[in-house]
């Protein structure tokens, strides 16, 4: 993940007199892998309070200083910045496993999607994969929390067989509460009667 809160810590890499002994260090606050970014709340430096919010995408804060001054990437990442971004971990990827109607049966195509999630984890060293199952608007709201949760627990299954590590998957179930797409209620829909497969 290349975005978040502080706690995210990949959001923002904290450089300069930090790590390099220079007399003002400075926060670099990277887009995500969707583009989108988080905050970061830099409190003291060096035992001075500062009280900074740094929030603006792909954008330089220099703290030292009476103010922290904040300045766009446009001139890039020097070469240990790049060196500290090469150990984060590759963004998350998402796959996506569609069912036939009301079963825990798997819908043509699946193969090959199964296929490339077991391509993606071999490069992955430790990889984590979340598991969540969602069904269209077709029966009641018990029902198909229930069948989520069959066809999440179904995948995983099936990735335990090809020789995956349960202890590194979870599986949840969201019912009809997060289709891809939106529809009223009792409308089959094969793009929602899926299972979504996310690696970290």
Request: with cysteine; charged share 20%.
């Amino acid at each position: 993940m290349r975005g978040g809160i502080i706690a995210a810590a990949a959001a923002a890499l904290l450089l300069g007199g930090l790590l390099g002994g220079c007399a003002s260090p400075s926060l670099v606050l990277l887009n995500d892998e969707g583009g989108g970014h988080g905050a970061v709340a830099v409190l003291e430096s060096r035992g001075k309070p500062i009280e900074q919010v740094v929030n603006i995408p792909d954008s330089r804060t220099r703290l030292g200083g009476a103010r922290p001054m904040t300045r766009g990437l446009a001139s890039g990442l020097n070469a240990d910045e790049r060196a500290l971004i090469a150990f984060l971990p590759p963004p998350p990827v998402s796959f996506i496993v569609n069912f036939n109607e009301g079963t825990t049966t798997l819908a043509p195509g699946a193969d090959s999607v199964i296929d490339a999630i077991r391509a993606e984890v071999a490069h992955r060293q430790g990889a984590e994969i979340q598991v969540t199952g969602h069904t269209d608007t077709l029966g009641s709201d018990d029902a198909n929390d229930a069948l989520s949760e069959m066809r999440a627990d179904e995948i995983v299954k099936a990735l335990i067989v090809m020789g995956f590590d349960p202890a590194l998957m979870s599986a949840v179930g969201r019912g009809e509460r997060a289709p891809l797409v939106k529809t009223g209620d009792g409308v089959a829909n094969a793009s929602n009667r899926r299972v979504e497969i996310i690696i970290r």
